[in-house]
């Protein structure tokens, strides 16, 4: 769409396949996207799509450059067969991709596969037309990989129209109605395509009075948001409102044991499958933050689950149940009463008792999205449940889109992390299920209708992460960085990326780390300025009833997480991790103030006291961002980037400088001034 960034998917991304002879062999509707974007390409650059003939036969000219196929497609042309020659199944989303005589391959069983396939092609450019390569078989490491949007309808009052969005408006809904020109998000589905994603639930998992309609009433919306994505194989989900019968007309009551209620749920859904025969289900925030649930009925959450279940069973949708249940009124006098321990607390004893198509989506973290925290321990107790981890690529805690933050890093950390130690699974495959059938990765969007679809342009290499990191967890943060800098710089830089590319990766790579330098420390979590949460407040939230506290006196900081003495959290971990996170001497200096409460002076394994280690890291984190923007500065005029988006980052980097400051200046003096320890290299603490 005019005006509209082309983020990774610039023209120029499709000239080395729009510069060749293509064939595409298939039918449906996904193999149709191929073939158009394939053509498009082709009308770009003077290539050219082989159209088969009837009865399967190719029709005249040269042979192709590239072969697009489904196998199922008929008798392929020989240089196919040869390729496929020994490969079994290759899966609903998986494909084949090799060079072979000088004829690029690449095959699926089905037309979402050959869809994925053409996207790695555009990642390949030129090099998919290079030398021999010999088959390689992709495929998608969990089944639904998904975003979540905090969209709402109307601009809520507090929170905007999209909650912690920080990309302009929804590109949904616009004066509270659905846009009538949905062609951006076609545009975003063909994004979200080219990264891997393949599910979207549309709205804010907190349901206001408008939004709870989108079941029912307003139900078109959904119904054309959906076929806007269709074409690029993404499901819509839609997040729910628990008392639904109650605020849409059903039963006065929403008692998931309740017969009426039930049926009411059955009917409803079996409308919206008429209307959406692929819709993927619900999501739902269930007695969380004031969200209606069962506990009013004094029911339990695997009864609220299976109500919605079973009345999307028949039709093969899920429920997206999250666990990010807690008490956000608890007394901040009572030191007992632990916020990390909640989920685990109220779910895991439910392991075993919810439907096949319950999916329970768990936070990655115990707490809220802070920059630091160790992983659930949910994750690993529940062997009886699909668990999705949910990854928040909106920077609601992270900098807002206006500070650089390359989350990739972080999540392949958590990805990789081993809840039972190195001989057991990673957390990846726990969400991808041991037989495949595991709940997936879900992640809150950071997209709006903002021109660069993310404000922070750097802020769109995460939504590109995610999508590919939810494919392939291996991934190398690095590499992926990568892989979007050739997508998206290369083609509007003429003068080629040798700048451009050691720049974004000196500001990007270690971006997540430097943003954990200059704001809360060692793993303690927010600090942050309540309601907004942009930029720091160390007892903004101290004395509060949302359970999020750093318990720093005079002496020390820290919350005490342990079996010892403290809350008892490192007890929801398998060993190894209640052992180490439990003993001060082995856990982790990034997650220290997380379990322990420690004096100043506490010597971390790093040698650094505590005291120090603030100050070193907020100083050292504030430095790194005056680093970054000078090196992005040099860029200027440099025809390495966009003017337009080189001003844009320019001043949001001023912006992330102005904020670093403030986080390095006011957590030294506030610890400076418990503490009353002087910085040891006599810098200046306001
Ligand atoms: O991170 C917190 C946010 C809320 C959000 C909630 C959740 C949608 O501050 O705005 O609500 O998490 O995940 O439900």
Known sequence: PDGVHPAWLPPEAFRAIGSRRTLVRGDGPLVDTVRDEVTLACVRYGGRVRHPLPGGRDGPGPPPDLVLALRSAGPLPAVAETVLAGFGAIGDEGFVVARHDGVTVVLADEPAGLLYGLFHVVRLGERAFGAAVPAEHHRPATRRRMLDHWDNVDVHPVMGQVERGYAGGSLFWRDGVLREDLSRVRAYGRLLAAC????????????????ASLLTDRLGDVAAIAAELRPYGIRVHLSVRFSSPVVLGGPPTADPLDEDVRKWWAAVTERVYARIPDFGGYVVKADSEGQPGPFTYGRSHADGANALADALEPFGGVVHWRAFVYDHRQDWRDRATDRARAAHDHFVPLDGLFRGNVILQVKHGPMDFQVREPVSPVVAAMPATRLAVELQVTQEYTGQQRHVCYLAPMWSDVLGFRPWGPAGPAVARLAAGAAGDGGGLVAVSNAGDDPYWTGHPLAQANLYAFGRLAWAPGADPATILDEWIDLTFAPSAPGGLERLRPTLHAIMDDSWRTYERYTAPLGVGFMVRPGHHYGPDVDGYEYTPWGTYHFADRDGVGVDRTRATGTGFTGQYPPPWSEVYERLERCPDELLLFFHHVPYGH??????????????????GAEQVAEARSLWERLAGTGSVDPALHARVKALIDEQLRCAEEWRDQINAYFFRKSGVPDAHGRRIP
């Open 196 to 211: 891997g994603v393949n599910a979207v639930a549309v709205n804010n998992v907190n349901v206001h009075a408008t939004e």
């Open 603 to 620: 010597v971390l394994r790093n040698g650094s006291t505590v005291i120090q280690h603030i100050y070193d890291t907020h100083f050292a």
